[in-house]
């Protein structure tokens, strides 16, 4: 799954500096992100009346229901510079009974994001992986040595259907689904070559349009 938070502009702000590395849910009924979101899933960014301003890789998630102020205090004691709510905020939440803190990680800018039906006051939407405009697919040693690359989803709706990826140097490359994930395009050893791509990094899809995705390679550190 996916997900999209919004969120106030500052707050997106301080992620992307580094002074808040915690997203927080704090509500009175049971709602998403509660029981919902879990790690490696991907967080998108969204100013609250504005644009999509950054995106980010759940960490790790923790829970709690049945709360009482009393618990509401000890989170704020234990995570509140992470998370970065000033005094209001913290007094908004006194009497929430959920919550739901996710550490962020790979936190990067964006302008792009899922398109989404807007529900009136909805602060947080969960989407399938497919409805995303930004994945990742994981380069492994097989697929660099064998020169092929997959989609990052699980989508039938793609399958047999024309693709069109923009790759780095702007080579236009119309393929299509072979087999699963796999793209039947099997030109990928330039890329791969000229990148110094390596087990581990990550090849990104950004979708443009229906059908239609601009791919970059994205290194990973590999210590």
Do not use: C
């Not at 938070?5 to 509660?34: C, F, M, V, W």
């Amino acid at each position: 799954m996916i997900h999209i938070a919004i969120l106030k502009p500052g707050y997106i702000r301080a992620i992307l500096d580094g002074r808040k590395t915690i997203e927080s849910r704090l509500t009175k009924t049971n709602q998403p992100p509660h029981g919902v979101i879990k790690p490696g899933e991907r967080l998108f960014l969204k100013a609250s009346g504005g644009a999509f301003m950054a995106t980010a890789i759940a960490g790790k998630v923790r829970s709690w229901a049945d709360m009482t102020p009393a618990d509401v205090r000890a989170i704020r004691a234990t995570y509140g510079k992470s998370i970065g709510g000033d005094k209001a905020y913290w007094q908004a939440k006194r009497d929430a009974r959920f919550a739901t803190l996710v550490t962020l990680k790979d936190v990067e800018p964006i302008d792009v994001g899922p398109a989404y039906k807007i529900a009136y006051m909805k602060a947080w939407y969960v989407l399938d992986d497919h409805l995303g405009p930004l994945a990742d697919y994981v380069l492994t040693a097989g697929a660099i040595r064998n020169r092929y690359a997959s989609i990052p989803w699980k989508s039938k709706a793609l399958s047999g259907q024309p693709l069109w990826i923009t790759l780095p140097d702007g080579t236009i490359i119309k393929t299509e689904l072979a087999s699963g994930r796999r793209l039947r395009w099997r030109g990928w050893a330039d890329l791969y070559r000229n990148a110094n791509a390596q087990t581990g990094d990550r090849l990104r899809y950004v979708r443009t349009a229906a059908g239609h995705y601009q791919v970059r390679l994205i290194h990973i550190g590999h210590g």
